[in-house]
Every structure is written in structure tokens, then in C-alpha cells.
């Protein structure tokens, strides 16, 4: 799967997003996404993701409340409020739809571990969203968003054979979600205006270090990831 990776936008996110250039390549290029549009994906790792995700955005949910009380911004708060009810209901719809699909239980997707990624990404998303600055915790959190959005893009692009990897292809981006991103994105301008060299530096090392999760993610999910112990 190919796009044009780079990115036309000014301001301290241009900035962060083409220090992550390269690892969208990768994301891009990744077995698990390549599987998705091919038709070729496993179909157990396809149902450790759908598991894992849910787990994911629970967690994430979390991290995004708490981005919303740690702003000083009452509309930023506002947001990051509905954003994160938005997450939940979209993991509560995976259970009605895609879970249910795959013959999964409640019972079974509640019981379901969490997956040594997905407790290392949720962790550090939950420690920068409680302990970070609050730039720091824009940057942890924007590129779930953001990748998500571009990577949605790319995938309705190219579709799949796979009826069922199709249906999951088309729950992605929409100019509704665009607007969420933009939105955030935007914000994370604004607030990162004038920060200092290390202050910037402190956003950026986050930002990099969620982009790398989310890679992650999708290779333990092509890998069916275990605890080794």
C-alpha cells in the first residue's frame, strides 16, 4: 500500500509530523495493512486486533479525559470530553458489530489480556496524560488521531477482496473524523506556539514515541502477540 507520505502544513505539527515521515512509510508498508487491502490477512490475527483494539481504546478513552481536565482552554476540555464518549461508544460498537461477528462473547472480550504492546502503549499514554506537561500530552495523544486518519485514507483507497476486512475498511476516517483531527490539531499549534527548544523537545519525543506504538500495534497484531513468560 503507497501514498504520499509528506504532509503540506506549517506550525510546530508540520514540524512533528515530518520527524515521523519514515515510520509512516513503515506503518504503511506493514504485513498487517498490506493483508488488509490484499485480502490475505490472517483471520486470527485480524481477531487479535479487533480484541486488542477494544482493549486500546478504553484506555485511550481515559487518556483523552484526562487531556481535556488538564487543559486550561474550557472549549479544549469540551472536546477532549466528547472525543473521549466518542471512543467508547466506538468500542462499544465493536462489540455489536465486529466481536459479534467473529463469534466472540462480552464474556470472552472482557477476559481477554491485555497484549504486551498494548499494555506498554496504554501505560505510557496514561503516565504522559497524568504526569506530562500539558504539550506533552497533546503530542502522546495526537497521533492515535492522526495516523489514524491518514492511514483510514489510504485503506478506503485501495479497499479489500474480504468482505469482512472491507466492512472494517469502511468504519474508517469520513470528514467528520477529519474535522475531530483538524480540531486537535489546530490546538496543539496553539499551544505549542513559543515553547522552548527543550520544552518542544519534550512533545516531540512523545509524539515520536506514540507513532512508534502505533506501529507496534499492528505488528503484534500480524504476530499474534504473547507474553513470552
Request: proline share 3%; net charge negative; hydrophobic share 40%.
Amino acid at each position: 500500500m503507497t501514498e504520499d507520505v509528506g504532509i503540506e502544513r506549517k506550525g510546530f505539527t508540520g514540524e512533528l509530523w515530518r520527524s515521523i515521515e519514515d515510520l509512516y512509510t513503515e506503518i504503511l508498508s506493514h504485513s498487517f495493512l498490506r493483508g488488509l487491502t490484499d485480502g490475505t490477512l490472517p483471520g486470527e490475527s485480524f481477531r487479535f486486533y479487533v480484541l486488542q483494539d477494544a482493549i486500546y481504546l478504553r484506555e485511550y478513552a481515559r487518556a483523552l479525559s484526562l487531556a481535556g481536565v488538564r487543559s486550561p482552554d474550557e472549549n479544549a476540555l469540551v472536546m477532549f470530553n466528547e472525543h473521549s464518549a466518542g471512543a467508547i461508544s466506538v468500542e462499544r460498537s465493536l462489540h455489536e458489530g465486529f466481536l459479534k461477528d467473529l463469534g466472540i462473547t462480552q464474556e470472552e472480550a472482557e477476559a481477554t489480556e491485555a497484549s504486551p504492546t498494548t499494555l506498554a502503549y496504554t501505560s505510557f499514554l496514561m503516565r504522559t496524560a497524568a504526569l506530562g506537561d500539558y504539550p506533552e500530552v497533546l503530542g502522546a495523544v495526537l497521533p492515535c488521531y492522526w495516523i489514524y486518519e491518514r492511514v483510514g485514507k489510504a485503506l478506503l483507497e485501495h479497499g479489500s477482496p474480504n468482505p469482512r476486512y472491507q466492512k472494517w475498511i469502511e468504519t474508517y476516517g469520513g470528514e467528520e473524523f477529519g474535522a475531530l483531527v483538524e480540531a486537535v490539531l489546530d490546538l496543539t499549534d496553539r499551544v505549542c506556539e513559543g515553547l522552548n527548544s527543550s520544552q518542544a523537545a519534550r512533545v516531540r519525543k512523545a509524539f515520536v514515541t506514540t507513532s512508534r506504538y502505533e506501529w507496534m500495534f499492528w505488528d503484534a497484531a500480524w504476530r499474534q502477540e504473547e507474553w513470552p513468560v
